[in-house]
Nanobody, 118 residues
């Protein structure tokens, strides 16, 4: 099991940028696929981006391609989400997730709120 703690959310104007961080516990961090999801009230949690254990492979939702960048630092047990050109529709709680396979995530953080004002 991996424990995850997100940080870096906040209030930002449209067009601005934020960097979200997710700190992970556990000695097997590099063996996990890491991902970011987001959720707004009344909607299902939405996949945003994922990165392989080595950091070589990444995947993105079409809605964020070209604006969001996922990365990881296995030496620090951390994964990041650089978000730029923010839009009001990016407003959501952003969650970090860990899994042993793509699209199978078993461990989740508590989330960090991102609010984009127009």
């Amino acid at each position: 099991q991996v424990q995850l703690v997100e940080s870096g959310g906040g209030l930002v104007q449209a067009g601005g940028s934020l960097r979200l961080s997710c700190a992970a516990s556990g000695r097997t961090f590099s063996g996990h696929v890491m991902a970011w999801f987001r959720q707004t009230p009344g909607k299902e949690r939405e996949f945003v981006a994922a990165i392989s254990g080595s950091g070589v492979a990444t995947r993105y939702a079409d809605s964020v391609k070209g604006r969001f960048t996922i990365s990881r630092d296995n030496a620090k047990n951390a994964v990041y989400l650089q978000i730029s050109s923010l839009k009001p529709e990016d407003t959501a709680v952003y969650y970090c997730a860990a899994g042993t396979k793509w699209y199978e995530y078993n461990d989740w953080g508590q989330g960090t709120q991102v609010t984009v004002s127009s």
